[in-house]
């Protein structure tokens, strides 16, 4: 049984939601994570500058701070402007191919951009990551620097922007249902649940 997550590491909903959704499914081993990249911004899309409003002084709105406060996460400043995230991308395609272990790996770089302020669009960034994982850091640089995994990602966002029906991150699909955003665990594992119904229905 399939839970599809199209996200994208830049996303402060996605950093939430993806949480969110990771404590529901605890209670639902059964249920395995497809993960998509949707990159909001990508190149040669502007990158945005990460500052503080002028009129509060805040970067985020006080209610999706206290949302990640929820869920354990910290919302700091993050790297400015906000990182381009398809090298990130790439590297979490080089796990999946190599069996390693993605949602350890995205957790690291929403960890990095989200508490640590780092560039992910970094080669360099991404490499120190990969060692702190475990990951054969001489071949993930090298894959990284060679663009080995870049037409997967261009294929993925593909498929994300124009044979998915997604329009916002994060959004989440089993079977014909979705839902989409920073919702709440109660929300999301009637989601799942109901999810989890539709196909079983569609076996009988």
Known sequence: MKLHIYFDYACPFSYIGVSQMKSVLKSFPEVELV?????LRPKPTDRIAAEPDPDT?????????????????????????MPYTDRAFQGMHYVVSHGGDVQAYNDRIFKAVFEEGRDIGDIDVLVEIAEELGLEIYTFN?????G????????????AYFGSGVEE??????TK?????AVGRAEMEKFVREGMA????ARK
């Open 35 to 39: 993960w998509h990249p949707f990159e």
């Open 57 to 81: 002084g805040e970067i985020w709105d006080p209610a999706l701070v206290g949302e990640a406060a929820k869920e354990g996460l910290v919302l700091g400043k993050p790297f400015s402007p």
């Open 142 to 146: 090298n894959v990284l620097r060679e």
């Open 148 to 159: 080995l995994f870049k037409e997967t990602q261009e294929n993925a966002l593909k498929h």
């Open 169 to 174: 991150v994060p959004t989440y699909k089993m």
């Open 177 to 181: 249902l979705r839902i989409s955003g």
């Open 198 to 201: 539709e196909e079983e229905k």
